[in-house]
């Protein structure tokens, strides 16, 4: 008889499995993150359509000419750049605390139904967003066009491994 090249050692027992890690917390986590995710489109859209409308009446009250060209185009890039901040910061909140792809839907939704809702009429007369007010119509252009980029983005890239 002879014997093996290689020491044959005797197998082992395969040992408990590895502990899971507990899901409560995780998933108490994330929704908490899902519900201020959802609170800071609503947030974010109020403050937008009142910069909106008080950048406008700023515009407006001016006088004609040079200051007031100047004027609503400073206002206007301002708060352009400031929607398409915030909106960013919004959809990386909601990917970083939610941990899904569709996470930047969840500021995006109710962002919408308020700038929706403020260019309805009010019972008493006010109105958030008037036909003549363009600063708000890009502020609302480019949070829609920022939030469709995001997601677009979130939903083609594939996920890291692990």
Do not use: C, Y
Not at 32 to 60: D, M, P, R, S, Y
Not at 123 to 137: I, K, P, R
């Amino acid at each position: 008889m002879t014997l093996p090249a290689v020491p044959m050692a005797p197998e082992q027992e395969p040992g408990a499995p590895p502990a899971r890690p507990r899901r409560g917390p995780d998933l108490a986590l994330r929704i908490v993150g899902a519900v201020v995710a959802v609170w800071t489109g609503v947030l974010a859209a109020g403050l937008e359509l009142i910069f909106a409308t008080g950048a406008w009446e700023l515009v407006k009250g001016r006088p004609e000419g040079v200051s007031r060209t100047v004027v609503g185009i400073a206002v206007g890039l301002g708060g352009v750049a400031g929607a398409i901040a915030l909106t960013v910061l919004l959809g990386w909140f909601a990917h970083a605390a939610v941990g899904t792809r569709w996470a930047a839907a969840l500021p995006a939704l109710p962002w919408f139904v308020v700038v929706v809702a403020g260019g309805f009429r009010t019972t008493e007369g006010d109105l958030a967003l008037t036909g003549d007010n363009v600063l708000g119509l890009g502020l609302i252009v480019a949070g829609a066009v920022t939030f469709a980029v995001l997601g677009f983005r979130q939903l083609v890239v594939p996920p890291p491994t692990h």
